[in-house]
């Protein structure tokens, strides 16, 4: 058994963790921890004990330490709901021009920019 896998076993007793936190954690590179992680789920060491969801990228899984049942992956949101968490934050970023930013941001013109009372808010 490597140091670093030693390393990421402490790690995990003490707080289960996704694969990028362990590897803040103790430290090492992400592709390292994620590549221990595997190992020890693959040798039913490690399980899922949680998952969670940022705002933008894939769904990631919460690794704890120990033999175990996994926690079942959740559904994916359907398009609608990410669409309407993306309106929420350029609505809370932009407030009542947000929907300016947003017919800016579908033409995707390079050097498009939306000035609102002379001060540019978004600029491509």
């Given at each position: 058994m490597s140091v670093t896998e030693q390393r990421i076993i402490k790690a995990m007793k003490g707080r289960a963790g996704t694969a990028?936190?362990?590897?803040?954690?103790?430290?090492?590179?992400?592709r390292t921890a994620l590549t221990i992680i595997n190992k020890l789920y693959a040798d039913r060491q490690v399980r899922i004990v949680g998952w969670r969801r940022g705002s933008s990228g894939p769904i990631t899984a919460v690794?704890?330490?120990?033999?175990?049942?996994?926690i079942e992956r959740?559904?994916?949101?359907?398009v609608a709901d990410i669409c309407r968490r993306y309106r929420t934050r350029l609505r809370?970023?932009?407030?009542e021009h947000y929907?300016?930013?947003h017919e800016a941001q579908k033409h995707h013109i390079p050097g498009r920019?939306?000035?609102?009372?002379?001060?540019?808010?978004?600029?491509?």
């Open positions: 990028k936190e362990l590897a803040e954690r103790i430290p090492c590179g992400h690794y704890g330490f120990g033999p175990g049942v996994d959740p559904a994916p949101l359907p809370d970023k932009f407030g929907g300016k930013i920019k939306v000035v609102i009372d002379g001060v540019t808010v978004y600029q491509q």
